[in-house]
Every structure is written in C-alpha cells, then in structure tokens.
C-alpha cells in the first residue's frame, strides 16, 4: 500500500502527523527518510500530539533517542544522523526497544543497517514546489494493516 500527500507548511506537517498517529495507536517501526530540514522532527512532533503527548518534542540529533511514554504506549524517536557505526546500536542495548507495545520513529535508519530490524511502514519527505511531498509506503504485513483507510 502506497499513501502519497502533499504538505505546505510547518503547522500543516504537524496536523499530518497528528492525523497519521490514528494510525499507528498500536505500535510500528517506522522508518523517516528526508534530506536535513525535511520535516521528520516536525512530523514526529505532530504524531506525538495526535497520540496525547504535551510537551516539546525536540530531535534527538546527539542523545541518538528520545524515548516518551503516552496512553500505554512506548514510544522511541531515534535519529541516527551522528552514527558512525551500526554496532554502536548494539552498545546501547537497541533490541530492548523494540518490543510488542512500542512505537519507533526512525530518521537516517539507513545509518542503522544491519542491527535495526526492517521498517513496517516507510515514511519518504522530499521537496515539491514551496512544500513536502509525502509518500508512507507499507513495508510489513502489519504495515499493510495500519495503514487501511488512510
């Protein structure tokens, strides 16, 4: 399954991304992919508010992972921008985050490659015009089953 959208501005990255946490209330691996100023802390930042979750949401550019707990659910926002090795994850103890009732955002998950384990949906930003083009594609069965009515 392919969901593709067109997104012009910050606020409207963030109502996308709190329309998209509808769809993933009951975890995932999600992989974010976008050049630098894309717009993945954005849409992180909006589907943690659609989730329920108040506070700032900043990028876990040098910490590697901000974790965040709402309404029952785990939830992991890494960015591997700064990675310099896959086997780093392993240091870090990066099998223990991902269990049955967690939710991981991943930006720059091809640093990872190797120890992070395949994507369930695949979240691509890239620039149209004065915006963001937005194409989520369904990497996993599981994937396949949340993103059903998007």
């Known amino acids: 399954m392919l969901v593709e959208r067109e997104v012009f501005g910050e606020e409207a990255m963030v109502a996308f991304g709190q ?3 509808e769809h993933l209330k009951t975890g995932a691996v999600v992989y974010l992919d976008g ?4 717009g993945k802390t954005t849409l992180v930042r909006g589907l ?3 989730l329920g ?3 700032p949401v900043k990028s876990p550019t040098y ?3 901000e974790p965040y707990e709402v309404a029952g659910l785990e ?3 890494f960015d591997l921008y700064r990675l310099g090795d896959p086997e780093e994850l392993e240091y870090m103890g990066i099998r223990d985050y991902f269990g049955g009732n967690s939710l991981s955002l991943i930006e720059w998950a091809e640093l990872g490659a190797g120890v992070l384990p395949a994507a369930d949906i695949i979240v691509r930003l890239s620039l149209i015009r004065q915006g963001r083009y ?3 594609k369904a990497n996993s069965p599981h994937g396949e089953a ?3 009515g998007m």
């Open 19 to 21: 329309s998209l946490a």
């Open 35 to 38: 050049d630098l100023g894309m």
């Open 48 to 50: 943690l508010q659609g």
């Open 53 to 55: 979750y108040v506070g």
């Open 63 to 65: 910490t590697l992972v």
């Open 75 to 77: 939830i992991y926002h």
């Open 134 to 136: 937005v194409e989520i």
């Open 146 to 148: 949340l993103l059903v």
